[in-house]
């Protein structure tokens, strides 16, 4: 506790005086300069105001107030967690272990000795489990900006200047929040496709996804990525007759190789069918099924296919419209994203941005790192982000999991490297309990076997993932993880296993 306090006095001190260092960077500036912004004194001036009240800008405003900064986040769903926990993550996985549960309960369950008849979907039951999930998260953190002083403006906000926000509050009028330092967290939305109109009916994006009154018979997911590949999942498990339909040769293309192939097997053991290589170039919604014009991404002969419901997953754009940066000159790409420097600021002085709306992979938890290490700059402080540890899982079952650089990509850069595999199925834990599909990967470097990237394919590999993410970042070895003594019996210890077969050979194989 005491040295909490002492870190919030020298934040608050050097918020007066500032020097930073980051490597061979250094940054000096003062109120005089940087965070003198010419605005008359007075006690409506936040020292940190933060648009949007995602997992980026939430976890920045909190972090901002921790840090003895005044600070406002600025909401316009009137729900604090943004995409993620009202439309996105939190709601999938609430619906994918649900759906998981009935899969099991049909197909599994016998087998452990527990036999029931007449296993039933409710989905009404279903959905309200989720919402919720959903209500009580965001109830949560609305607790905790209370606990941390922090002040919620529910509305839109756009800039007037670079030290003042118009809101258009949500209870209606409009009122005006100043800040010295101004934070843009305002996430992402759905990348729409051209000739495809989202009515979240029948063609919907992945909020619609997530609030289906009724089980389609067939369902087509445009797109083999995370978000396509979880909610086709929970679809197929619950009954659905499900289609990927994917541009690209392959699903998930930033995924190692072969792990990816192992993944796609899983999946069309559970009913998924994939249509690789393919581009849709029109849609039929003029009668009771949706009927979907395909040919060959290169082009060729055409076909169709028909569903009941279509869920366009082509990805997502970063959300900087209606801001209001054009006013205040804030540079954006070609695409929306805002260019920051290392400290997060953007080409306006005393404008930062976080999360999915710079480069950068547009994930919840790295919006989370990217808003601690942001406050952290402002109140003088260093922040750091290493976008190359950023774990990735895509949530199905099984699950997959990865840290670091992939086989592919370590072959790219020329790097000498060994690869070591542990398969599931010689983990007493996962046939314990009957679930031994999938692999452990890990890639080092030959000549000093540091650990490159990490790959997991089995039941929870996104828990197990940390251990890797927390060896990349401290430079390990794959012998600092084989020699670290995992319990017994843990799935945990085909990391281990896998650790060993990298720089020797494994026991349980």
């Known amino acids: 506790m005491a040295m909490a306090n002492l870190a919030r006095k020298k934040a608050i001190n050097l918020f007066n005086n500032t020097v930073?260092?980051?490597?061979?960077?250094?940054?000096?500036?003062?109120?005089?300069?940087?965070?003198?912004?010419?605005?008359?004194?007075?006690?409506?001036?936040?020292?940190?105001?933060?648009?949007?009240?995602?997992?980026?800008g939430y976890v920045a405003a909190i972090k901002a107030a921790q840090l003895g900064l005044k600070t406002t986040c600025i909401e316009k769903r009137g729900a604090l967690g943004g995409t993620c926990l009202n439309v996105g993550c939190i709601p999938s996985k609430a619906l994918l272990h649900s759906s998981h549960?009935?899969?099991?309960?049909?197909?599994?369950?016998?087998?452990?000795?527990?036999?029931l008849d007449n296993v039933e979907i409710d989905l009404a039951a279903m959905m309200g489990q989720k919402d919720k999930a959903i209500s009580t998260l965001t109830k949560g953190i609305e607790g905790l900006f209370k606990k941390n002083k922090v002040t919620y403006v529910k509305g839109h906000g756009k800039f007037l200047s670079p030290s003042e926000i118009s809101v258009d509050t949500l209870e209606g009028g409009t009122t005006v929040v100043k800040g010295?330092?101004?934070?843009?967290?305002?996430?992402?939305?759905v990348k729409g496709l051209p000739g495809i109109t989202i009515d979240e009916k029948r063609i919907v994006s992945s909020t619609g996804a997530l609030s289906l009154t009724k089980i389609p018979k067939k369902l087509t997911v445009i797109g083999a990525g995370y978000i396509g590949l979880e909610m086709g999942s929970v679809w197929a498990r619950l009954g659905s007759e499900v289609t990927v339909v994917e541009f690209a040769p392959a699903i998930v293309p930033s995924m190692d190789g072969?792990?990816?192939?192992?993944?796609?097997?899983?999946?069309?053991?559970?009913?998924?069918?994939?249509?690789?290589?393919?581009?849709?170039?029109?849609?039929d919604t003029t009668t009771d099924v949706v009927k979907l014009t395909l040919e060959p991404s290169s082009g060729g002969?055409?076909?169709?296919?028909?569903?009941?419901?279509?869920?366009?997953?082509?990805?997502?754009?970063?959300?900087?419209?209606?801001l209001g940066l054009e006013t205040i000159g804030v540079e954006t790409d070609k695409i929306g994203r805002i260019p920051v420097d290392e400290r997060f600021a953007t080409n306006v002085n005393g404008v930062f941005a976080i999360g999915d709306v710079i480069p950068g992979p547009m994930l919840a938890h790295k919006a989370e790192e990217d808003g601690v290490a942001c406050v952290e700059f402002i109140a003088g402080l260093h922040g750091h982000v290493d976008y190359d540890k950023v774990p990735g899982v895509v949530y199905t079952h099984p699950e997959v999991a990865s840290v670091g650089k992939t086989e592919e990509q370590v072959k790219e850069m020329g790097i000498p490297y060994r690869v070591g595999?542990?398969?599931?199925?010689?983990?007493?834990?996962?046939?314990?309990?009957?679930?031994?599909?999938?692999?452990?990967?890990?890639?080092?470097?030959?000549?000093?076997?540091?650990?490159?990237?990490?790959?997991i394919m089995c039941s929870n590999a996104g828990e197990l993932i940390h251990e890797a993410a927390l060896a990349l970042t401290y430079g390990a070895s794959s012998e600092d993880i084989?020699?670290?003594?995992?319990?017994?019996?843990t799935l945990s210890e085909a990391v281990k296993e896998a650790a060993m077969a990298t720089y020797d050979k494994a026991i349980h194989i």
Request: glycine share 10%; proline share 3%; net charge positive.
């Open 180 to 189: 010295k330092n101004i934070i843009i967290a305002t996430g992402s939305d």
């Open 101 to 115: 549960m009935y899969h099991e309960a049909k197909t599994s369950f016998a087998k452990h000795g527990v036999k």
């Open 258 to 283: 072969e792990i990816r192939k192992q993944f796609q097997r899983s999946l069309e053991k559970q009913k998924m069918k994939f249509m690789l290589n393919t581009k849709v170039v029109a849609v």
């Open 482 to 489: 084989a020699r670290t003594c995992h319990a017994h019996p």
């Open 20 to 56: 930073i260092s980051s490597g061979a960077l250094r940054y000096s500036y003062s109120l005089s300069s940087t965070f003198s912004r010419g605005f008359a004194s007075g006690s409506d001036e936040n020292d940190v105001v933060v648009i949007g009240g995602g997992p980026g």
């Open 301 to 322: 002969d055409q076909s169709v296919l028909e569903a009941d419901v279509v869920l366009v997953s082509a990805g997502r754009n970063p959300f900087t419209s209606g």
């Open 421 to 455: 595999k542990f398969p599931m199925l010689g983990n007493s834990r996962a046939k314990s309990i009957d679930d031994a599909e999938g692999v452990v990967k890990i890639i080092a470097e030959k000549e000093t076997d540091k650990i490159l990237g990490v790959h």
